[in-house]
């Protein structure tokens, strides 16, 4: 019988976010049209540490393990989450179309509205 792959933890200082790049050109606000859809592009996503392992685990179980679940990467667990996710949000706040499309967000964080 073949055993599933042994979880090995990270260190308490470990990587907690996936760090990735991508080259983007134009202005900081709306792109209009310009959009090519199925592109995979990288970004850099901050993760709960626990959420993120328990992510991995699965991913790496179920590549190797269940073919049938079509989970070969962490992006097959993602993917599907974050699009669940923004539909709804699109739902509820934006009557269900899809937001307005930007090249970039603004960096920092977004201050708070009363």
């Known amino acids: 019988m073949t055993h599933p792959p042994e ?3 990270e260190p308490a200082g470990g990587v907690n976010e996936i760090t990735v790049a991508v080259t983007v050109s ?4 709306v792109t209009g049209e ?8 990288q970004r850099t996503v901050n993760f709960d540490q ?3 392992e328990r992510a991995r685990a699965a991913a790496t179980y179920l590549a190797a393990y269940e073919a049938e679940a079509g989970v070969r990467s ?3 667990i993602v993917n599907p989450a974050v699009e669940a996710y923004v539909t709804e949000l699109e739902r509820r706040y934006n009557d269900g ?3 307005r499309p930007v090249f970039r967000m603004p960096p920092g ?3 708070r509205r009363a």
Do not use: E, K, N
Not at 26 to 29: I, L
Not at 36 to 41: D, L, S
């Open 7 to 9: 979880a090995v933890p």
């Open 26 to 29: 134009g202005s900081d606000q």
């Open 34 to 41: 310009d959009r090519q859809t199925g592109r995979r592009v």
């Open 50 to 52: 626990d959420v993120l």
């Open 74 to 76: 962490l992006a097959d």
């Open 97 to 99: 179309a899809a937001f």
């Open 109 to 111: 964080r977004p201050s």
